[in-house]
């Protein structure tokens, strides 16, 4: 019977996936499990009070510090997940949510099992890296380790697919949406726009996969039309300085910090973005359509789960500026029709419902007895 799970998330980072994670870990502390928990900074997210949850928190290793300190902390983590695993391998298996090909070589040398779980599209993350030969070499890697996984969990059909490409047995790759656990809303009827004054919102981290540079653009372009159509981004990131001088000579375009609670930014809004290069599942985007906000997303992982067929003419290709502006444009000028088309694919949020967390539970389950 399966008592113990390792989890294994090197780089504690704020964000969808650290959201989910939290999720996943107080329904298993519920079913009684035993989690180790390898992490930095794990200790300052709110778990629910339980003494089944053991979190070993990973500091970056002084004679690494050379190396870039998520792959410091991986390596960090691999040496305190393969201490534990020599007196905790009884009745458990190794959960990887991030850094798995460390996590990967672990199982291996202690004969334990492995599930991933790949929050990101992998050829595309590989395609928009910053420093291509290095991420071809990772790409290289994963081919070669992801096989010995015993179980792979996409989130989106599209990262399945990509997923699938990579291993030997498409079984391997199984498809588990993220569980969306807040509530629906219902949402006042707002008085039809008037698209000269009209507030676009995207939230994300300020990092080059977010490609927010895209949006800022086409805002800029369109300005020159439509001088009040205003622009919100929200989030932290290695980018802010870069994106805060860029926008400085337009008053319309505001960039501000990570807030925990984004109600009133939702409800001030009138359409919301997504610009991505790739993505897992992009929780704002269930956000957005709870919130009956017309949506335009670029074609990054997650995006046609989420939106659907009858929403599929508001996704644009990939780092498409015209395409984007044009669909900016559209949805101002025709925004009745947008918004009967949010409100209706809103009752598709079921799909990301908590049922999803009981797959979880069910999987390890079921890869710990075969």
């Known amino acids: 019977m399966l008592k113990t799970i390792h989890l294994f998330y090197p780089s504690f980072e704020k964000g969808g996936a650290t959201k989910n994670l939290v999720r996943i870990v107080n329904f298993l502390l519920k079913k009684n499990i035993k989690i180790f928990f390898f992490s930095h900074g794990a200790n300052k997210v709110d778990f629910i009070r339980n003494r089944n ?55 291996k040398i202690n004969q334990t ?7 990101e599209e ?29 179980k792979i969990i996409a989130i989106s059909s599209m990262s399945q697919r990509s997923l ?6 498409k079984d391997k790759v199984t498809l588990i949406y993220n569980p969306y656990l807040k509530k629906i809303l219902k949402i006042k009827k707002k008085k039809k726009k008037n698209f000269d004054n009209f507030n676009i919102l995207s939230i994300g981290r300020l990092t080059k996969q977010k490609n ?13 039309r439509y001088n ?3 622009l919100l981004i929200i989030g932290n990131g290695d980018l802010k300085n870069f994106l805060i001088n860029k926008i400085k000579p337009y008053k319309n375009i505001k960039i501000i910090n990570w807030k925990n609670k984004l109600d009133k930014y939702y409800l001030n809004s ?23 906000i017309p949506i335009i997303s670029t074609n990054c992982s997650g995006a046609s789960d989420i939106l659907q067929n009858e929403y599929k003419g508001c996704i644009i290709p990939i780092d498409d ?17 947008a918004k009967k088309r949010i409100i209706k694919i809103k009752k598709k949020i079921h799909m990301f419902s908590d049922k999803n967390l009981i797959k979880y539970y069910e999987l390890f389950c079921d890869i710990y007895r075969h």
């Open 321 to 337: 500026q015209k395409e984007l502006e044009k669909k900016i444009v559209f949805v101002m000028k025709n925004y009745s029709i």
């Open 270 to 292: 009138d359409l919301f973005i997504l610009p991505s290069y790739y993505e897992g599942l992009p929780n704002v985007l269930l956000d957005a359509m709870n919130y009956e």
């Open 113 to 119: 099992k492995i599930v991933l779980r790949n929050s």
């Open 212 to 224: 927010f540079p895209l949006l800022i653009n086409a805002i800029i372009k369109l300005s020159d």
């Open 122 to 150: 992998p050829l595309g993350a590989t395609l928009y890296a910053d420093n291509r030969i290095l991420s071809f070499f990772v790409l290289f890697l994963k081919i070669v380790f992801y096989n010995f996984a015993n």
């Open 228 to 230: 009040k159509i205003n």
């Open 53 to 107: 949850l053991k979190i070993i928190n990973t500091k970056p290793l002084k004679k690494l510090n050379f190396l870039p300190i998520r792959w410091n902390l991986a390596i960090s983590s691999m040496i305190n997940l393969n201490s534990f695993l020599k007196e905790n391998k009884k009745n458990s298996i190794i959960f990887s949510m991030q850094s798995h090909i460390p996590a990967i070589a672990m199982a």
């Open 164 to 169: 699938q490409k990579i291993v030997l047995f």
